[in-house]
């Protein structure tokens, strides 16, 4: 659908706009009568219209064709990050935009901790997990439940397990571990019915192909007697015609 003007670097040439979103050309299409769009302009007004975005003719669909060498231009273009309004301040070359915007570290990121639902750029992913997630670990349990104490269990506490109760800790340990239990159960139930719809599906197929081979089978061996009836009826007329002299 094209890509905003100011995500570029530098102004960009008029020719270089799609005439549908105003936007910089992004996959460009030209229609026989040679104008220029996006793709993801112009194809669902051709189908839906069919008819040139500048009223001169009408088009269908398989007449467009793309533009290589207007995109090889447009794909040397500095363009802005995506995640630029994040922080991040990089410009590069739009064919490699897509691999620096999988790696940029301003890309959005949630915590990998257990039950955190922070949500970070990537490059502050890992600080946040060791320093300041209430989610993070914090030591064992002293006092008898040995579970693994969660920074946010120390608020009650200097010490590990100062805001901890090992009775509630376990009781919802051992709730946690019968939600999971249940899931994984309807889990189990939903891939064993799904691959018991998969087992006959293929059982229905290879019955099919082998009523498919006998059939074949059986129409070549019809043919090979009608062959095999034709030669010898030709053998006997051959030898009745030049009786063999002594």
Aim: glycine share 6%; aromatic share 4%.
């Amino acid at each position: 659908m094209g890509f905003d003007l100011d995500r570029f670097a530098e102004p960009v040439d008029p020719d270089l706009k799609c005439k549908l979103c105003s936007k910089v050309l992004e996959e460009p299409l030209s229609t026989p009568c040679g104008h220029v769009f996006c793709a993801g302009c112009l194809l669902p007004w051709a189908v839906q219209r069919r008819l040139c975005p500048l009223q001169c003719q009408p088009i269908s669909a398989k007449e467009l064709h793309q533009v290589l060498p207007l995109r090889s231009l447009i794909q040397k273009l500095e363009i802005k990050c995506d995640y630029s309004p994040r922080g991040c301040g990089r410009t590069v070359r739009l064919h490699q935009l897509a691999a620096h915007v999988e790696m940029c570290d301003y890309s959005p990121a949630r915590c990998r901790h257990k039950g955190c639902p922070e949500v970070l750029s990537l490059k502050d992913v890992d600080a946040h997990m060791r320093e300041s997630c209430e989610h993070r670990p914090a030591g064992i349990c002293q006092q008898g439940c040995g579970l693994v104490l969660l920074q946010r269990d120390l608020a009650g506490g200097a010490q590990p397990g100062g805001g901890h109760c090992c009775l509630r800790a376990l009781r919802s340990q051992n709730s946690s571990l019968q939600g999971q239990r249940a899931s994984l159960e309807q889990e189990l139930k939903r891939q064993a019915l799904k691959w018991s719809k998969r087992e006959k599906s293929l059982l229905a197929q290879l019955a099919a192909l082998q009523s498919e081979v006998q059939l074949t089978a059986l129409r070549y061996q019809v043919k090979f007697n009608q062959y095999m009836s034709h030669i010898s009826s030709i053998t006997r007329n051959l030898a009745g015609s030049h009786p063999c002299k002594e």
